[in-house]
């Protein structure tokens, strides 16, 4: 299988696991990550896995809340694997830890929540989508959350992002659809990660998902569409869903 791929928010977490998964398919991935010194290491680690999966691999650092970063996303991905085929937004952010009520959220958090989870995913298929569109092929996946579909006290800035998020998703398929751009919104459930832990600390962690499963089976998904453009899928592993 011969497909060119951006995960963002790649360095690890389902991300990692989508990149590693892709490669072990066949696809070329440009893995995105914010740049620090923590997740560069992370980075090199993920773009290492991935490459030992025996796919082709490549890392760039960059910050999708930073309106200058994403052209340079777009441009790097295509210079390195060639036309972008698939996007996952992955990138993700809650806001400050402990989640805060609304009340006490700071303006500034709220807005960084929004300029990451979702004006980012917008800039980056902005940047991408009118290639598929002129290919007639690709796909844009938005990865969600329950907290789009239901309020949970304290997760406010991050339930509304991942709303919009969801919106955005169906908004591009309704105009896209009919120029063989295929989009999915995928709520991936509750997994054992590092941002699950800095929003819910103590959290049985024998009850999560391996992110690995889950992208094992969002990648089968993708590979092999059988959903209804601009549709919500829910992935619970346990439960054998999709």
């Known amino acids: 299988m011969s497909l060119n791929a951006i995960v963002t928010g790649a360095s690890r977490g389902l991300g990692r696991a989508l990149a590693v998964e892709l490669a072990r398919a066949g696809a070329k991935v440009v893995l995105v990550a914010r740049e620090s010194e923590a997740l560069r290491e992370a980075l090199a680690e993920a773009v290492a896995a991935a490459r030992g999966?025996?796919?082709?691999?490549?890392?760039?650092?960059a910050d999708l809340g930073d309106k200058e970063a994403?052209?340079?996303?777009?441009?790097a991905a295509a210079a390195l694997i060639g036309p972008i085929e698939l996007v996952v937004h992955n990138a993700s952010t809650l806001g400050p830890t402990p989640l805060p009520l609304l009340l006490d959220t700071?303006?500034?958090d709220f807005e960084r929540v929004l300029q990451v989870n979702v004006l980012g995913p917008?800039?980056?298929s902005k940047a991408i989508a009118g290639g598929m569109a002129l290919r007639g092929r690709g796909t844009i996946v938005h990865i969600s959350s329950d907290a789009a579909t239901s309020a949970y006290p304290r997760w406010g800035a991050y339930g509304v992002s991942k709303?919009?998020?969801?919106?955005?998703?169906?908004?591009w398929a309704a105009e896209l659809g009919s120029l063989g751009v295929s989009v999915l919104n995928v709520d991936p459930g509750e997994m054992d990660t590092e941002m699950h832990a800095a929003a819910i600390p103590d959290a049985d962690r024998g009850t999560l998902q391996d992110p690995r499963a889950v992208a094992r089976r969002l990648v089968?998904?993708?590979?092999?569409?059988?959903?209804?453009n601009g549709s919500r899928v829910s992935i619970n592993v346990a439960a054998g869903s999709p």
């Open 163 to 171: 709303a919009a998020l969801d919106h955005l998703g169906r908004s």
């Open 220 to 228: 089968a998904l993708v590979l092999e569409p059988r959903f209804e």
């Open 122 to 124: 917008f800039r980056l």
């Open 53 to 61: 999966a025996r796919g082709e691999a490549h890392a760039v650092a």
């Open 70 to 75: 994403v052209h340079r996303i777009a441009g």
């Open 106 to 108: 700071e303006c500034e």
